[in-house]
């Protein structure tokens, strides 16, 4: 099973980026706009909630690794996101891995240039340089 994987090094310490990859609160900050808190999962909607992926959060080590499953969606499905967090420097780096994909279809590849751009927004929010989210309601913020 194809995994994408990225790494950063970011100029913040570990819980800011925890609670940027573990909260919707969070997620809002640089992901998506559209980001909804329901019991214990959350949902992000895309294109005015054409899609809506659904994340359960399944392990969340304090300031260490963040893991979410992600419950729907054709080829996002059972797929897993997970950000592992090591202090380095200054600063933190940020090892990123959105596991379990059942191929190397055309998506995949679209959606591992998206993560990087995602990666890099992260970073942003967590050394106070925020951008916003990359998905705005009803578009792409460019």
Known sequence: MPDIRHSVQISAPSETIFALAS??????EWWAEDVQQKADMVELGFFNRATVYRLKPQLQASNE???WLCETGDEW????LIFELKPA????LLRFTHAGWRAETD??????????????????SAEGKSRGPLFRTGSLAY
């Open 65 to 67: 690794r963040c893991e």
């Open 107 to 124: 998506y995949f590849v679209s959606c591992t240039t998206t993560w990087g751009e995602l990666m890099y927004r992260l970073k942003a």
């Open 77 to 80: 499905g059972g797929t897993r």
């Open 89 to 92: 420097g200054k600063g933190t």
């Open 23 to 28: 909260t919707a609160r969070g997620i809002g």
